[in-house]
Each structure stands twice: as structure tokens, then as C-alpha cells.
């Protein structure tokens, strides 16, 4: 696609519940990012995926939290038994050349648990 | 302790002043880049700067690379209502976590009519 898309722009989940967040990177771009946006806290890294593999998953807060890429494309992020303190703008990103180019992001989930 | 620290981290102006905003690291980084947000909007690249001392113009926009490519800024000349956002820098580190930026809190914005 022309950009990077994500769904859904908003979600709105009780504590405990699980959600799925997805992404759809550009097409051709083999690395794919999320990050977490909280308010006061910047942007901090979640997971990175070359291709299908995950080389980086140390941003994971905990286990409740778990992603995965198919076909070197969309991506999906879990977050199971979800907690206040989840909530934040999850943001995905893309970019073609690994280590040369900037990123492509998406315009993020704003994710609510009440 | 941020690795990247940004500043100030809020700044309001009025329409045709101008600007700088800082970003400072103990740490060398192989690469800088200035993103600029949105409210509701992911981050959208403005500039990548990788050698040390480098200064590059976008129209009204200077970014500058520290020498020692540890620290950089942003100047806007003549700012305007449409400059408003949240000004974030990200480097990379170098090593074998090059893939990944680590980004600043950002600076908010706001360039008053």
C-alpha cells in the first residue's frame, strides 16, 4: 500500500480482556517496528521484525505481550489479560533499508483499557 | 535515565519568530534524525543526519549534527502556525542494535497566529 496501516485507530477493552492490534507495513519493506507512546514517556521500542523473524523482542513489557509477522508482511500485536496500564498509542512503523533509512509509521492504535 | 533528552519540552511562540529546540545525549550515535507529529498522526521524518558537524536545510528548518555526533538541533526561522507539533529526535546507536532508534520525549510546539 502507499503507507502504513493500522487497525483499529481506537479500541476501547476492559481490563483483562485481550486485544489484537494489526499493521499493515508498506509493501516491500522488510522491517517492521512498534513502538508504545504514553503520555510523559516518548516513544518506546516494543519488538522489531526482519522478515518474519523477530532478531529483537527485548522491549516486550512482559509475557502477556506477544507479536508475529506472516508472509513478511501484516503483523499482528497481542496483548492478553490486558491492564490499566496499558493503555498508550501503539504505533507501528516500516522501512526498506535497515540501517540507512528513517521509518515509515503508521497513524497508530489509541488502545483504552477501563 | 532517558538516553536522549529533548529540550525545552514545551515552547510557545508567536507567528514569525523563531526557534531552536535541542536534543543532547552523553552517548555518540551513528545517525540523528528529527521526526515532527501530529495530534492523532505517527511521527513523519523531517531529516537524517550522519556525520558529525553536518547541517542540512529544509526551506525554513535547519538541523545541525553535534561534531562528536552526540548532540543536535533544530532551527526554525519565521515560524508559522503550520510548524506546530511535536518535534521528536531518534539515533542510532551503532553496534548491533543499529536497527532500532531510540527516540527523545519530543518538544510540543505551538506557533501562535
Known amino acids: 500500500g502507499a503507507g502504513v496501516s493500522q487497525s483499529p485507530s481506537n479500541k476501547v477493552t476492559e481490563k483483562g480482556k485481550d486485544v489484537e492490534l494489526r499493521c499493515d507495513p508498506i509493501?516491500?519493506?522488510?522491517?517492521l517496528y512498534w513502538y508504545r507512546q504514553s503520555l510523559g514517556q516518548g516513544l518506546e521500542f516494543l519488538i522489531y521484525f526482519q522478515g518474519n523473524s523477530a532478531p529483537d523482542k527485548s522491549g516486550l513489557p512482559s509475557d502477556r505481550f506477544s507479536a508475529e509477522r506472516t508472509g513478511g508482511s501484516v503483523s499482528t500485536l497481542t496483548i492478553q489479560r490486558t491492564q490499566q496500564e496499558d493503555s498508550a498509542v501503539y504505533l507501528c512503523?516500516?522501512?526498506?533499508?535497515?540501517?540507512?533509512?528513517?521509518?515509515?509509521f503508521g497513524s497508530g492504535t489509541r488502545l483504552t483499557v477501563v | 535515565t532517558q538516553l536522549l533528552e529533548q529540550s525545552p519540552q514545551f515552547l510557545s511562540i508567536q507567528e514569525g519568530e523563531n526557534l531552536t529546540v535541542y536534543c543532547n545525549s552523553s552517548s555518540v550515535f551513528s545517525s540523528l534524525q528529527w521526526y515532527r507529529q501530529e495530534p492523532g498522526e505517527g511521527p513523519v521524518l523531517l531529516v537524517t543526519?550522519?556525520?558529525?558537524?553536518e547541517v542540512k536545510k529544509l526551506k525554513r528548518l535547519t538541523f545541525q549534527f553535534g561534531d562528536a555526533r552526540k548532540d543536535s538541533s533544530l532551527h526554525i526561522t519565521a515560524a508559522q502556525p503550520g510548524d506546530t507539533g511535536l518535534y521528536l529526535c531518534a539515533g542510532r546507536r551503532g553496534g548491533g542494535s543499529n536497527y532500532k532508534l531510540t527516540f527523545g520525549k519530543g518538544t510540543l510546539l505551538t506557533v501562535n497566529p
Open positions: 543526519v550522519v556525520t558529525g558537524g
Open positions: 512503523a516500516s522501512s526498506l533499508r535497515v540501517l540507512l533509512d528513517g521509518y515509515t
Open positions: 509493501s516491500g519493506h522488510t522491517a
